[in-house]
Each structure stands twice: as C-alpha cells, then as structure tokens.
C-alpha cells in the first residue's frame, strides 16, 4: 500500500509541475503581448476547439462513471466506460489537429512575424503531449482489468488515471477562456 502511495504522491506532483508549466507559458503570453493590439492573436480561434472542449468534457464524465464502476465492482461498466474515454481522448487528439490546419489554412503558423500565433501552437501542443500520456494511462488502466489484475491496484489505476484526466480536462478549459479572452 506504501508503493501506492508514494505513486500517487508522484502523480501529483507531476500535476503541480505540468500546471507551473502552464502558468508559465501564459504569463509569458501576457507579458510578450504588454496589452499591445499589435501583439495580439490577430486570429479567430478555430469553432473546432468549442467541439474539443465538449468533448473533453464528455470524457471527464465518463471517466468519472468508469471510476464509480469501479469501486461498485461493475467491470463490465468500468470496461466500457474506460474505452469511452479512450476514443473520446482520441476524438480530443483529432480535433486538436483539425484545429491546426484550420489554423494554418487561416495564414497563422507555429513560426511567423507575430510570436502571439506561435504561442496558440505551444499552448495546444503541450495540452496534446499531456492527452497523449492519459491516453497511455487509460490504456494501461483498461488492459489491467482485462488481465483481470487485484481489486486494489485495479482501482489504484482508475483513481490516479481519473486525477490525470481531470486535470487536464480543466486545463485545456483554462487554456481555451485565456485564449478566447486574449484573440
């Protein structure tokens, strides 16, 4: 049990980093930006990300359900609920990508004369890196009940993946109100 917890210890100190990290980038959008209009996005945001955000959301619920399954022992539930999130996570992934080209289709690139472009690109891309890793982790957690592994660690799993996936899940909703309030 002490294993257990020093790994959820460790979950969340890389939430406390990976939210540092984010606030670091903003502030760095804030201040390369100093009010200035000429700074500014200078682009509409891509309706896509509204799309990725219910979608981002939607999982956040059935992640939540399959935790509950869970520890209620419905594994037939959990394992639905977990392959949910997966292709929701994924959908999330897609529409991310959908979002660049809509981006780059509409003349804003990752590299360009106004670094407040490149700042949208580095914000969603380090959101895509964190998806990336709860995806691994809910694949982890899914095939760990399919090799039918002890109730404890099954549950460990789901609750540590669940803490990740809500992380996320409302850091790209702060991420998405920053860059609408800043376009």
Known sequence: MQSLKAR??????FIISSFMMFAAL????????????????KVLLPKVFIYSSIII?????????????AKKL????????T????????AFFFSQYSAWSVLTGSGAYFVNYNASQS???????????HIFAGIIMLIYSYFGKIRNIPQVRNLFRLEVTAIF?????ILWIYLYVFLLLNQ
């Not at 419905?74 to 609920?81: D, T, V």
């Not at 392959?83 to 994924?90: H, K, R, S, V």
């Not at 996936?165 to 899940?169: L, P, T």
């Open 8 to 13: 959820k210890f460790l979950m969340w100190l």
């Open 26 to 41: 903003t502030s760095g959008f804030i201040v390369y930006t100093e009010g200035n209009a000429e700074r500014g996005i």
């Open 57 to 69: 959301i939607i999982s956040s619920f059935t992640m939540h359900m399959a935790y509950l399954s």
């Open 74 to 81: 419905e594994f037939g539930k959990q394992k639905l609920y």
């Open 83 to 90: 392959a949910l999130t997966i292709f929701l996570g994924i």
């Open 119 to 129: 700042f949208i690109y580095v914000f969603t891309g380090a959101h895509l890196l």
């Open 165 to 169: 996936w809500h992380f996320i899940d």
